[in-house]
């Protein structure tokens, strides 16, 4: 007897191909079942979706190409595996195949029979109970919050000041719930690769090491396979991740955990652009899971959720032990000398630090030695040929590096364009900044009577293999007395040596195009303060100093006090007022092609073609424009904006236009995307 499958198999978002596709099969192959199927000359690996699939093309099952074979021993990923894959696939735009096989290890595809075995042998396994796990004492705040949660119903966001104890909220969560049910599984998940160490080493220490799976794309694909497979066959308990994790199949899920749910970096901005903190809400519904979003500074979206009743706050107002929120100290640069980088009260401050033995904590969100090279008797600036932007100098390496598309070239000895000899740096990085310091602060001394040890965490310095985790090392054991870094260093790290944190470019982004910039910057400047003051004895003396131009703006108003509602409310109450989200929905349509008038005019020409789809009376389509950096690797790049305050109508419009879009696109089209829900724009 022959079967008729439906396969899902990865096809491109835009192809004629996006929904399954028709294989037969001589044996009956449950829904969720990974096959291998021939598509064109090649075999992939694919997703039975249903097993009596509908003949859209009317096509008999003499027809339909033979399944390969089935992953034999591997269990069905289970159906809310595959609701989720297809609500994300719908909502997001994209094609069905395209996120659920971006969703699995990559190696899945390439295992022989024996292989999988042997793997899924080492992965299933029966992983150990849990030991008596050693909890610490809750705080009163703590207490409550947990309560709370037991009793509701959810989703729950929880809002805790900086150090305010949320990851234990999280750990006795998790405790709780593997207490009274043993075989169940929880999520927790963290926006950036370089949280997951110090969160993994904690829930490692609390459950033991077989109980616990990371999930981020900086493992390889075999131990990412490993931890799929043990999360899959139900033998790990915990899985911690980065935005991939949300699509673990995990077939035990209670409960689901976003750390630092504000953080854009749980927003995809590739492929499927998918937000990972909205889908995980989704998935909990879905489920039947708990979910528990955490933040000192929470999204506007989630904030304005529980203003409505959707969502229920758990407040933790104030630190663990006693602890106070750092002092915030502003510097008006309008005051400082001309060319000043650093003002002469933060020198100060800074060299009080070091004499006392306490660590600082300067960051600048500009990696490299400077962000242009340029000539002093010319116009010649460090423009990336490729690129609509500069080249960033790294004095380290003496290299022009585009931040952009990669492209590097040595540093000319004189200026390309008249031969001058004189060519110098414009502005500051990180690697400039932390060799500026190191001069200004040569005659603090350490109470060891020797001078400062200065270090300095960015994306360069980081990039090898254990380089993170060896950075944070000697942060953590002293060894280190000013960190310069950018944004990575402000997010989630509890350095307990840290008293003074300082930001010296902070108002670039006050008065940005962008609606979501102060939002952001407000955000980055508490979660930043919060680094200072975390262990209890030396709060009294902590501070967060902010040179700024602007020192009367109302967000810096907010930020001295540490008042995230007050902030909150007056930027609802803008967006409210110019029907912005969370009071109103958008999707921006992306084209990249070889000129920016082609990119252009297939965005003009698919919104003409828009006027007719039903909803566009109760959607917006404004004019395209070009992307913030016009041009990336030679690729010209153009955008519009959509917007509706019906997030039905909007995905009914995105939906229906779907198909007029790709018949709009001409030869100099390279690719197009739809991304619902920016973050950017």
């Known amino acids: 007897m022959t079967h008729r499958l439906a396969v899902v198999v990865p096809t491109p978002a835009h192809s004629s191909v996006a929904g399954p596709l028709s294989y037969r099969s001589e044996f009956p192959l449950a829904a969720g079942t990974l096959v291998r199927v021939p598509l064109g000359k090649r075999e992939v690996l694919g997703v039975v979706w249903d097993a009596q699939p509908q003949d859209h093309e009317g096509r008999s099952a003499q027809g339909d190409k033979p399944v390969a074979g089935a992953l034999e021993g591997l269990e069905p990923l289970p159906a809310s595996w595959r609701q989720v894959v297809t609500f994300s696939a719908n909502y997001y735009q994209r094609s069905l195949g395209e996120v659920a096989l971006a969703a699995l290890p990559p190696q899945l595809r390439d295992l022989s029979t024996v292989q999988l075995a042997r793997r899924l042998k080492r992965a299933s396994g029966d992983a150990p109970p849990a030991p008596a796990a050693c909890a610490m004492d809750l705080s009163a705040q703590q207490q409550q919050a947990l309560a709370q949660f037991d009793a509701g119903a959810g989703p729950f966001l929880l809002f805790g000041a900086t150090g305010s104890g949320k990851t234990e909220v999280y750990l006795h969560a998790v405790q709780t719930l593997l207490e009274r049910e043993p075989q169940a599984q929880a999520l927790v998940m963290v926006p950036e690769i370089n949280l997951t160490p110090q969160l993994q080493e904690r829930f490692v220490e609390r459950f033991g090491a077989a109980q616990v799976v990371s999930l981020h794309s900086g493992m390889t694909n075999p131990q990412r396979l490993k931890s799929w497979l043990a999360a899959h066959a139900g033998a790990a308990r915990i899985v911690l991740g980065t935005r991939m994790a949300v699509f673990a199949s995990m077939p035990q899920l209670r409960l689901i955990v976003v750390d630092e749910e504000h953080d854009p970096s749980y927003k995809q901005q590739e492929g499927a652009r998918y937000s990972a903190r909205d889908l995980a809400v989704y998935r909990g519904k879905l489920e039947g899971a708990k979910v528990l979003l955490g933040s000192a500074t929470p999204s506007l979206e989630s904030w304005q959720a ?32 001309k060319q000043t980088v650093f003002s002469v009260q933060l020198l100060d401050a800074l060299r009080q630090r070091i004499g006392r033995g306490e660590q600082s904590l300067v960051f600048l969100n500009r990696r490299g030695y400077a962000p242009v090279l340029a000539c002093n008797a010319c116009d010649w600036k ?75 965490m960015d994306a360069d310095t980081t990039r090898l293999k254990g380089a993170l985790e060896a950075q944070l090392a000697q942060v953590h054991s002293g060894e280190v007395d000013v960190l310069v870094g950018t944004q ?123 006027q007719g789809l039903p909803d566009a009376g109760h959607v917006a389509v404004y004019s395209p424009v070009p992307m913030a950096v016009q041009r990336v690797a030679n690729v010209e790049r153009a955008q519009m904006l959509v917007e509706s305050t019906s997030r039905a109508a909007l995905q009914r419009f995105l939906a229906a236009w779907q198909p007029l879009l790709q018949a709009s696109r001409d030869k100099g089209v390279i690719r197009w995307a739809v991304d619902v829900d920016p973050l950017a724009i």
């Open 488 to 610: 990575m260093v402000t997010k989630g790290h509890d350095f307990r040596r840290i008293t003074l944190v300082a930001a010296v470019n902070a108002d670039s982004a006050l008065f940005s195009s962008d609606f979501r910039a102060p939002e952001r910057l407000f955000s980055l400047l508490m979660q930043a303060a919060g680094r200072a003051g975390r262990d209890a004895q030396q709060a009294q003396a902590s501070q967060m100093w902010v040179q700024t131009w602007h020192p009367t703006h109302p967000l810096f108003t907010a930020l001295r006090t540490h008042d995230y509602p007050a902030f909150a409310a007056q930027q609802l109450a803008e967006r409210e007022q110019a029907a912005m989200p969370p009071f109103g929905y958008q999707a921006l349509v992306r084209a990249d092609a070889r000129t920016q008038e082609a990119a252009q005019a297939f965005l003009a020409t698919a919104s003409e073609a828009a």
């Open 382 to 456: 460090s423009e990336c040929p490729n690129c609509s932007a500069f080249r960033v100098f790294h004095k380290s390496d003496r290299t022009l590096r585009c931040h952009h598309c990669g492209f590097t070239e040595r540093v000319p000895r004189a200026c390309p364009a008249c031969g001058n000899v004189d060519i110098a740096p414009l502005g500051r990085g990180t690697e400039r900044l932390e060799e500026h310091l190191a001069e200004l602060l040569a005659d603090a001394r350490r109470p060891d009577g020797l001078p400062p040890r200065i270090a300095r």
């Open 306 to 337: 529980c203003e409505k009743g959707r969502y229920q706050r758990l407040a933790m107002p104030a630190r663990v032990g006693d602890g106070q929120l750092p002092a915030v100290r502003l510097v008006d640069m309008n005051l400082q000398p």
